[in-house]
């Protein structure tokens, strides 16, 4: 079969060419390191050998844990704050000057004069005491230490005086709970004595711990600066592999410091490659034009009716493009692990409107592209392909909702028993760490759920049709049925008669026979509304007696369009309007074409006037349909329904289709007609088989 339609053939090369680019241009730049490996697994290669030196890097754990041992047993520097006495001390003498300057307004009395002037000498005298001791703590000086200091009990700390730092027990300095208790005694052995509490009750909130200020601080500044440079002393490499060293044999089990030395050597092997990505590029080009490539002679030697459709060539890239972005997006841009992502839905969805082998083939391919985002390659392919596969098989009749939630399952068990399978394989088996894992694919068979929205915008997006559409279209209680039953009950009956064969007939060739079905009911709707014209709907009187042959032949024609019609008014797919316009095909109208020839022996005949316009059917489905149509209306003029007699009409009937050329354009075998041939004569033996007579009762005299 050749190409027929050159713009569609330029139209994939085109979308394989941009798909191509944008892969390459998406494509992580990191040098890929061609190992696959687990801890705790075995080695499954050949003995790996150092071709280079390169660094042993320690784990970011590791770099944490001397991080927050350098800050552990690091000593702070504290610096003293001179300004700090004063501070205080004119903080506690303003409240003192406050108080006497209240006495001294007060009105004068005899009596008062002297309890006023005792307060006043009281007074005096706590700010006499105060002073002294204000001056012994901050000359010795006050710290609080910070709050890590605090938690980590510090023992010593330096102190910076003058460009020098000495290393001073924090004992040499007094706190401010002990500075607070020598001033709490002063006060009670002054101030307690005062008739004015709400006086003293000020000065007793100035000398309490939270109002008093330290004059050996934390030098912030200074100590982030230290730790900071400590830190950036912190070496990330724990030794060095040199070159020819065996870093693992095979069958070894990758254990703790295989699995480290492994890190480090992918992780070396990926850095520093600026002066070698166009090779990278280059590298990654050429992967994915002979994968491309491949997929594309794929379609062109077996399924040129993608290469020849705009609607399938674009249905297939774009599911590829979304699946690989969406797998791009979640890799560069959050944290999710990639197994989140719903794989099994891409097969489904397009299994779901194309056949199988092909569905699994693009989803294989789709597959190679997207794990080189997959931690693990190799256990990602596996796990991915086997439950595809068994998606795939699960839900190969969807006529059902129920199936949905079936494949659910069988998809949950299929991941489970997969990741346990490997986990037992790296000595681990079920644990937490095990249902950690499992995580993701619980999230990725629950998402299996979005395949009927999917459906549906996929079918509204395409103009595709799916199952669930084609059993609703089904119900012969569907408004264009309805109405062919009540205008024309015999080729309604005709229809269905049609559809139970040409139905029996594809699914054991393999097409789909629920759109076999679907699109025979539907074929013959055009005799609604002109119903008397055709042979099934009439009751002893025909009408073509009054007519010429060419407007029988016009009138029979017409059936055709005036389906087309309904069916845009019905608005029913268009595979299933295919098998109104490919149900004749090209053929002639051969009862009015004979008699007109018969009639007007000497003329040349209009064969356009008794021609259909065609299309000829292009599919198995619509085939089967055009032999079931033939079939079915031959089968009710034979007089004696031998098995000789069926077979050789049956044959008869779809040779003379062969003859006339009217399945050209269908991919179907001679071994496949031959055993439509077998089916169909099987079936109209069964419809038309002899019935038993029973018996009258004889009437006795």
Known sequence: MKVKNKAAFIYLIILFIISASLLVFIFPREKQFKYTYNHGAPWLYENLVAEIDFPIYKTQDEINIEKDSIVRNFVPHYIKDSFAINEYKNLVQSEIEEILASFKTSKNNLFLFNIKNKQIKIVEDFYSEFEKINSKYYKRGIIELSEFDLNNNA????????????????????????FSKALLEIYEEHLSE???????????????????????????VYNEQAIDEEVAKISPVLGVIQAGQVIIRKGNIVGDYEYKVLNSMQDYLTKDLQHNTWKVSLGISIIFILLFSILFLYYLSFYREIVNSFKMSSFFSIQMLVTILTVYIVFQYTEFDVNNIPFVLFPLLMMTFYKFRVSFFVYLFTLFIVGFFAASQFEF??????????????????????????????????????????SLMKGKGFGIEFLKDLKPFVVSSFLVLLYLPFVYILEKSFGLVSDYTLLELSDTNHPALRLLSEQAPGTFQHSIQVSNLAEAVVNELGGNSLLARVGALYHDIGKTYHSEYFIENQSGFNIHTELDFEESATKIISHVEEGVLLAKKYKLPSQVAEFITAHHGTSLTKYFYNSWINANPDLEVNVSNFKYPGPKPSSIETAVMMMADAIEAASRTLKDYTVENIHETVSKIIDAQLKDAQFDDVNITLKQITKAKQIFAQKIKNIYHARIVYPEINKKD
């Open 194 to 220: 005062l008739l004015d509490t709400a006086m003293t009750n000020k000065i007793k909130v100035l000398i309490s711990p939270s109002s008093i200020q330290p004059n050996i601080l934390y030098n912030k």
């Open 381 to 422: 392919l596996i796990i991915q392909i086997l439950v595809g596969l068994v998606a795939m098989f699960s839900l190969k009749k969807s006529q059902k909702r129920q199936h949905i939630f079936i494949t659910i399952l069988i998809v949950f068990l299929t991941y489970f028993l997969l990741n346990y399978g490997f």
């Open 155 to 178: 023992l010593e700390v330096y102190f910076d005086k003058n460009g020098d730092s000495e290393l001073i027990s924090v004992n040499n300095f007094y706190t401010k709970f002990e």
